[in-house]
């Protein structure tokens, strides 16, 4: 959607098949990955109106078996990594042009983030460049599945929350491959959850807010349990740092 700043958005709505909450966690984890210094896209809550869903034939959520029409009201909207009137974007480019990737260092970076936020699915990402260019740039999305959707939990497994690809590790060699976002996780002040938290509209999590502060106390001690979970990762059949070197 193209919004009122001139920018265009990809708007997930409250009424979306997934859960109420994935917007929650769209936003807490987007922004804490961008606190962190993360590619992810800007985020911001945007007002859908009744007359716009109303005389738009395309906002519906098409399910199996029927058509609902998207809710208005406040919604959660991704900006788009570059305007499409400027560039391309795709969400998956062949292995072979990953060395065209200017910024492939930073998948070790959101690995951090997804297993501190317990991302139940795989990580996505977008790569994009801008018209003449040859170089992409890959950008994080889809924060959806964090805190385990709709559960709140963190029923973490070595193979969630990864990339599909061994290759985006391949420059991976210990520890400081994850720096500085490791330390920067590792060292971020509570208050900043919280501040991160308290962005969120009411209405994203029905207006239960012990459930979204229980949340965010389980985040803020999560911190001191990231190393291990990528430890878990790193020792798993999948094997995916083939060039790790024991500091």
Known sequence: MRCSDGNF?????????????VLTNEMLATRLAERVGLPV?????VEVNAWLVEHTAELNVQLAHNVIRCEAGL???????????EGQ????????????VR??????????????TGNANGRQAAFWRRLREKKYTAAFID??????????????????????????YAGVRGWHSFEPWLSRV???????VWRVAGEIPPEWYAGEWDQLERLVKELIARRELVRELIGL????????FPAWVED
């Open 9 to 21: 958005y990809v708007v997930k709505f409250r009424n979306n098949p997934q859960h109420l909450r």
């Open 41 to 45: 896209p800007l985020t911001e809550v």
């Open 75 to 85: 919604q959660f909207g991704s900006r788009y990594v570059v305007n499409p009137m």
């Open 89 to 100: 974007v795709f969400d998956y480019i062949p292995v072979e042009m990953l060395d065209r």
């Open 103 to 116: 910024n492939l260092e930073t998948f070790a970076g959101i690995l951090v983030v997804d297993k501190w």
């Open 143 to 168: 924060q959806g599945y964090c805190f385990n959707a709709g559960e709140w939990t963190f029923p973490d497994y070595p193979l969630r929350g990864v990339y599909a690809r061994n290759e985006v």
């Open 186 to 192: 590792e060292n971020m002040e509570a208050d900043e």
């Open 233 to 240: 990762f790193r020792i798993s059949p999948r094997r995916p």
